[in-house]
């Protein structure tokens, strides 16, 4: 009686350990299924626009630009704002995430990469959970094994809003200043990445006196960097 116990217990620890192998094995093949194809495939919506359509039900405007026809004011002023170690690391910056740690601020400072960001945008949701920080933790290792530097950026600069309901610099360049992704001078590009913190409530093109010294801020860290010279190291 007992051998049979034992055998029926083993049984079942095997088709336990089966069921769990597959079901991971298909969670991996899925996040690469929704990372590997985006090193060729512009992706049609995100997470985030999705959620806003759905709460909002606003207009959302997503005009896909490819990297070549943008002016590279708009990605240099990115990076100067958001991820200045961008093209060195692997999707994360532990030396700034150290010091929004431990560094004794009312405001908590900002460490996420560019590469975090984008994974927040393309498949997560606000918040801060330990849940989501996991998965954003796991999906930006895969976005940076599978995706050239200048991809990710292409595509963050695609999907990330820069005012209420508008998406990307090809939407944010025509609806907010008239003019093409290709004809964005220095100081509106700097506008537009002094917003990214909070575009619902930050405005380019009406600029508080916040976002006027944070775009001052960010073109002298662009001539800190370079220039667009800089941009070659990706």
Known sequence: MKKNKTAHQ????????????????SLFMASIMLTLPLRWLDPFTTTFIIQESFADKKIILLDWEPYENMAKTLPM?????????FPDHFGFDFDSLYKALTENRK????????????????YLWPGRSLLRKGLEAYFTILIEVFLPKRRILEIYLNVVEFAPGVYGVGAASRELFSRSPAHIGAYQAALLAAVLPNPKRMSATAPSS??????AQIQNAVRSLGGVAYLKNL
Not at 109 to 120: D, E, F, P
Not at 210 to 215: K, S
């Open 77 to 85: 002023a990115i990076i100067a704002s958001e991820d200045q170690k």
């Open 10 to 25: 083993k049984s079942l620890t095997k088709r336990i350990l089966g069921y769990a192998v597959i079901t991971f094995s």
């Open 210 to 215: 916040y976002v006027l010294n944070r775009a």
């Open 107 to 122: 405001q908590t400072r900002g460490a996420s990469t560019i590469s975090q960001q984008l994974v927040k945008n393309l």
